[in-house]
């Protein structure tokens, strides 16, 4: 009796395993396998090679399975033929949301620079995502001296995720920032002043001097829409005429800047003068006629007064016949001055 030995065809497939990263270690074993005849079993062949594929990081890990890992131990089958389907463990890349958030600072003006450097990262979807896995090729340092705001510049764009464990990696940005507010300021103009004795010519004063209540503040910083300057002649006083809404802020690191005003002034004070007044006279010998003699000669110390400057309410005429002396009987009390610049 000759029993011939039958073909037999094994197909083999092995176990496969899709998870996300989780950071923690999976694997996957064994494999199936289905004969083309009932007649032939696990206990027929033998296998040599892993059935196990073990994976941490996103990617995949084969388990090598090949058809000559597999042999045929039953005489019963001649030309067994085994088909095999490797198998693997996969972990897929997870996506991630990474909200990112620029350092700020606030400070008052001051003329310092001020400088914020950094940013937090704020939230992250995932715990298994940290600062070592993205680059960031911006910068993350905004300065600032004067009033205003200078921002870092962040963007979603200037970090890039650089581990493969992760898909879809979403930088949500809030950009950093120094801001430098502005402050108030109190300012007090004082016009300039001359005081001058009158002379006929015309006396002229300007400007005005500035003191503020922070040396930041300087007098540069204020505009005057007109003219600080007082003119006058005569005996009197002439103001400037300066008020607190001619000056304007021109500097933008100052919110309110409150003015306060003392006005200039030019001061023409009286002149002293001394007014000789000498009555004329004159001598001459009894001839039995009547002799007179009228007027006085002046002389002026400042020689802006003159004659227009005073009254005169006697009478410089001094008569007579007969030997002897008659005098005017002028008197300083006749003599009134009408000129208030003197």
């Known amino acids: 009796l000759t029993v011939n030995p039958i073909d037999v065809t094994v197909t083999m497939t092995g176990h496969t395993s899709t998870v996300d990263y989780d950071g923690e270690e999976h694997m996957i074993a064994g494999y199936d396998f289905v004969f083309n005849t009932p007649l032939y079993t696990v206990n027929d062949f033998t296998f040599s090679g892993v059935d196990t594929a073990k994976r941490t990081d996103a990617g995949t890990t084969n388990m090598h399975l090949a058809t000559e890992q597999f042999a045929n131990t039953n005489s019963n089958f001649a030309n067994v033929t085994f088909n095999v389907t490797d198998g693997w463990q996969k972990i897929n890349p997870?996506?991630?949301?990474?909200?990112?958030?620029?350092?700020?600072?606030?400070?008052?003006?001051?003329?310092?620079?001020?400088?914020?450097?950094?940013?937090?990262?704020?939230?992250?979807?995932?715990?298994?995502?940290?600062?070592?896995?993205?680059?960031?090729s911006g910068v993350d340092t905004a300065k600032r001296t004067d009033a205003g705001t200078t921002n870092m510049g962040l963007a979603a764009e200037q970090?890039?995720?650089?581990?493969?464990?992760?898909?879809?990696?979403?930088?949500?940005?809030?950009?950093?920032?120094?801001?430098?507010?502005?402050?108030?300021?109190?300012?007090?103009?004082?016009?300039?002043?001359?005081?001058?004795?009158?002379?006929?010519?015309?006396?002229?004063?300007?400007?005005?001097a500035v003191e503020t209540s922070t040396p930041l503040y300087h007098a540069l910083d204020l505009a005057l829409d007109g003219t600080a300057e007082a003119k006058r002649t005569i005996v009197g006083t002439t103001y400037m005429g300066l008020t607190a809404d001619m000056f304007s802020n021109t500097n933008p690191n100052f919110e309110t800047v409150a003015v306060t005003v003392i006005d200039g002034y030019q001061i023409i004070t009286p002149a002293e003068v001394t007014v000789t007044v000498t009555g004329k006279y004159n001598t001459t010998t009894y001839d039995g006629a009547e002799h007179s003699v009228s007027g006085y000669d002046v002389v002026y110390s400042n020689n802006a007064y003159t004659a227009n400057d005073y009254t005169f309410n006697g009478t410089a005429t001094a008569v007579r016949t007969n030997a002897g002396t008659t005098n005017m009987g002028l008197d300083v009390d006749q003599f009134v001055n009408t000129n208030d610049n003197f």
């Open 94 to 136: 997870i996506d991630v949301t990474v909200k990112v958030k620029g350092h700020t600072l606030i400070a008052n003006y001051d003329g310092l620079e001020h400088q914020i450097t950094g940013y937090d990262l704020e939230e992250i979807s995932t715990p298994l995502y940290t600062a070592n896995d993205f680059t960031f």
């Open 159 to 208: 970090f890039e995720n650089t581990n493969d464990n992760f898909g879809m990696v979403t930088f949500n940005v809030t950009d950093g920032k120094v801001t430098i507010n502005k402050i108030n300021a109190e300012v007090t103009i004082t016009g300039n002043h001359h005081v001058d004795v009158y002379d006929t010519i015309e006396h002229a004063v300007n400007g005005y």
